[in-house]
């Protein structure tokens, strides 16, 4: 069975005021149809560009996709040109980015603004679009929607104005939804309205989500699988569960240590002591060997790349079985 989407062997550059780096260093990832993927990573290790690669919306003078292959149903959009990743994004995948107010059009009632959209890509009437539209802001939880649809976008609070970003963002029904750290903005009672609103309509419509996330208690309450991230490229992914219940990369591992009840939202990822590395100078051998408790003299000379673990589950490390069973080695991560 093919993934619904697939990004292999990611590489991007960017050229920055200090000189060029590497942003994503071989990122690796799928999401199957219906499922969730959660992203996982501190901020800097390249979640968002990740994303916005995939989408094609990396900014053109400055970034640079220098390897790597994505697949939209089997199709590989990264090889062709960037007008086929605007049609899929325009109907099979949507995007929801932190900042509501960049997502609209601050001059346009936000009615207006979904309306358009079964216009353009469904040729509807005016009269079935805007009722389309009310129906669209009624599905994601707003009071009133036929008098709210008349309002512009800064007449609402921050969560219903994320709720509109939502219906706009599914209203052509898409099989995959990007959501970047989508409540992040929010205060904690309404990001735990809006993913349980995510969750819902996810359920709903089938499609699969990728939720990109620094948020443990997230993550523990609406994924399926995880990718974790560190310094610009996935050191683990996997099932949910598997990856909470045995890490197999010390990074991983010191992050669920980090943190005291995984299970409550809010819970944020508490760094690992030392730093993430600087894109510029980037560490020989293992990205995380700076950093790494358990590491060896190899680690310093050699990169590790995902491998299998167990079934469905991989990380990047040499030593990555030891790791996810013998607790006495890694005894230091915590
Ligand atoms: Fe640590 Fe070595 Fe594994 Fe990297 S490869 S995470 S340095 S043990
Ligand atoms: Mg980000």
Not at 22 to 40: K, P, Q
Not at 249 to 256: A, D, E, F, S
Not at 318 to 326: K, L
Request: proline share 7%; with cysteine; glycine share 8%.
């Amino acid at each position: 069975r093919q993934p619904l989407l697939a990004v292999d062997d990611l590489v991007v550059s960017f050229d920055g005021p200090l000189g060029t780096y590497r942003a994503l260093n071989g990122v690796s990832f799928h999401v199957d149809a219906g499922e969730t993927l959660a992203i996982l990573g501190e901020s800097g290790s390249g979640k968002s560009v990740t994303v916005r690669a995939v989408m094609a919306l990396l900014p053109r003078h400055s970034a640079r996709v220098e390897r790597g292959t994505v697949r939209y149903a089997g199709e590989e959009i990264s090889a062709k040109p960037v007008r086929r990743t605007r049609e899929l994004s325009a109907t099979e995948i949507a995007m929801v980015f932190q900042d509501s107010l960049t997502a609209l059009n601050p001059v346009v009632r936000v009615g207006q603004q979904i309306a358009e959209l079964f216009r353009v890509r469904q040729r509807l009437s005016r009269r079935e679009a805007w009722q389309r539209a009310v129906a669209g802001l009624d599905r994601v939880g707003i009071p009133n929607a036929a008098k709210r649809a008349h309002d512009y976008p800064h007449q609402f609070s921050g969560g219903m104005r994320q709720r509109v970003v939502i219906a706009m963002a599914l209203a052509l029904r898409p099989r995959l939804l990007i959501a970047d750290e989508p409540t992040t903005a929010l205060d904690v009672t309404v990001q735990a309205q809006i993913m349980d609103l995510l969750r819902e309509l996810r359920e709903a419509d089938g499609m699969a989500m990728i939720l990109i996330t620094h948020d443990l208690g997230v993550v523990a309450d609406v994924a399926d699988r995880v990718a974790i991230m560190y310094a610009g490229t996935v050191v683990e992914s996997g099932p949910l569960r598997q990856v909470y219940d045995a890490p197999a990369h010390p990074y991983t591992r010191g992050l669920m240590n980090s943190v005291p009840a995984p299970d409550r939202p809010g819970s944020r990822l508490t760094p690992i002591e030392g730093m993430p590395p600087s894109p510029l100078h980037p560490p020989t051998g293992c990205p995380f060997h700076p950093r790494c408790p358990v590491a060896r003299a190899n680690c310093r000379t050699d990169r590790p790349t995902l491998r299998i673990v167990a079934a469905g589950h991989q990380a990047a490390c040499h030593y990555a079985q030891e790791v996810m069973t013998g607790v006495d080695t890694v005894k230091g991560a915590a």
